[in-house]
């Protein structure tokens, strides 16, 4: 099934069925370490070419989401 401007997939069978990007193996949460670590989104571009800029982007984007939606205020 496809979500989020059809960049985030999420597939049972695939990764534990955490978000992936285009149906493929990597994950949100590997985009989000990679630049934690200090990649830079080219650097993760040169690394994992099948990616785009605005798969990062949309995976970042999607992060924050899913964090506006799971902090409420108590």
């Known amino acids: 099934m496809y ?3 059809d960049i ?13 990007i ?4 990597i994950t949100v949460e590997d985009i ?6 200090g ?3 080219s650097e993760i571009l040169e690394n994992y ?3 785009t800029r605005t798969d990062v982007l ?5 992060s924050a989401n899913r964090q ?6 108590a």
Not at 32 to 37: E, F, G, Q, T, Y
Not at 58 to 62: M, S, V
């Open 49 to 51: 070419p099948e990616l």
């Open 32 to 37: 989000l370490r990679w630049l934690a670590s």
């Open 68 to 73: 506006s939606l799971t902090f409420v205020a």
């Open 3 to 5: 979500i989020y401007k």
């Open 8 to 20: 985030i997939t999420l597939e049972t069978g695939k990764r534990s069925g955490k978000p992936c």
């Open 58 to 62: 949309t995976a970042l984007e999607f």
């Open 22 to 25: 285009r149906g493929m193996r």
């Open 39 to 41: 990649m830079e989104i």
